[in-house]
């Protein structure tokens, strides 16, 4: 299957939102997106996001500085806007196309009202106040059906899930560290 | 029903992290929790959080300045300490009793080796870096098995899903206001 899955995040202003756009684009990578576009130019923003993607594997990519309206304009297969005030998840999800290519737009504090018309479903996940990264990881598990959130990147850096410590097995050393350091 | 869910939040640093514990404690609300509890005293973050409680409706409360170690002693149900390290979300959560209290735990960057001994469990939304507040989002829709997110808290303020604007009910003013404004 050639399907792609885009996160589009509008409105990233590089002082204010770094580290919150760095959650959404770690979470659109570690939920099954394949890439996440930002609209505004951030270089920093890029290395923190390359190096996790070549430390913990996958093919996941980020450009900044993409020119939203136009992204949006040229995109072929669904546009799926998160908004607490769109259709409910729970009665969009169903009639959204998995076999499409998807788009998610997450927006900072204020989406221009245009993003509502060019997106071809807004979606509420939960009508309440909250968070995009909460919003597009809930999408993105429902989406899926829970299937993305436990799968191998075949990185460099795996860890081993462990209940009372820290298992990260570095190929790259071919050796195992085990709870290396605290915290 | 009186069990409650509290998640606690750990190295919340006013200035760097306020951004981020604000969507972790509008996630907490959002998706079912009773109350966020901070380690580090935050008069702006509780005002904020208090301010969507009050307009959104709901019993959510926030305490800042929390001393974690005692509340984490003191604590009578499982405490879930959320890590990447941790046991996998699909075996653990069948596992995790609903009838009893539960305190969730989120860490900002680096978290004590004690808290993984605290803690009851250490579970992982996923082994790979993404997003204390993507985790929690997760642990909790699937915790409640997908049935908080769309239930209604009774505020002031309620958002009526629809596909193309918004649709904000003010009970305060007794009318109904109809994409008041762009964005």
């Given at each position: 299957m050639t399907r792609m899955i885009v996160v589009l995040r509008l409105?990233?202003?590089?002082?204010?939102?770094q580290r919150v756009t760095t959650h959404v684009a770690l979470t659109a990578r570690a939920l099954g997106a394949d890439a996440v576009w930002v609209s505004t130019e951030d270089r920093a923003l890029e290395k923190t996001v390359e190096s996790v993607v070549r430390r913990f594997g996958g093919r996941f990519t980020i450009r900044t500085g993409v020119d939203w309206r136009k992204a949006i304009r040229a995109w072929k297969g669904e546009v799926v806007h998160l908004t607490m005030?769109?259709?409910?998840l729970s009665k969009a999800l169903p009639t959204i196309k998995t076999t499409k290519n998807l788009m998610i737009i997450v927006g900072a504090e204020k989406v221009p009202r245009e993003v509502y018309d060019l997106a071809t479903r807004n979606v509420s996940v939960?009508?309440?106040?909250?968070s995009e990264v909460a919003a597009l990881a809930i999408f993105l598990d429902r989406y899926y059906g829970g299937k993305t959130?436990?799968?191998?990147?075949?990185?460099r850096l795996r860890i081993v899930p462990n209940p009372r410590g820290k298992t990260v097995i570095d190929r790259g050393k071919g050796k195992e560290r085990k709870a290396p350091k605290q915290g």
């Amino acid at each position: 299957m050639t399907r792609m899955i885009v996160v589009l995040r509008l409105g990233h202003r590089p002082n204010r939102d770094q580290r919150v756009t760095t959650h959404v684009a770690l979470t659109a990578r570690a939920l099954g997106a394949d890439a996440v576009w930002v609209s505004t130019e951030d270089r920093a923003l890029e290395k923190t996001v390359e190096s996790v993607v070549r430390r913990f594997g996958g093919r996941f990519t980020i450009r900044t500085g993409v020119d939203w309206r136009k992204a949006i304009r040229a995109w072929k297969g669904e546009v799926v806007h998160l908004t607490m005030y769109g259709e409910s998840l729970s009665k969009a999800l169903p009639t959204i196309k998995t076999t499409k290519n998807l788009m998610i737009i997450v927006g900072a504090e204020k989406v221009p009202r245009e993003v509502y018309d060019l997106a071809t479903r807004n979606v509420s996940v939960g009508s309440q106040p909250h968070s995009e990264v909460a919003a597009l990881a809930i999408f993105l598990d429902r989406y899926y059906g829970g299937k993305t959130l436990e799968r191998g990147f075949g990185g460099r850096l795996r860890i081993v899930p462990n209940p009372r410590g820290k298992t990260v097995i570095d190929r790259g050393k071919g050796k195992e560290r085990k709870a290396p350091k605290q915290g």
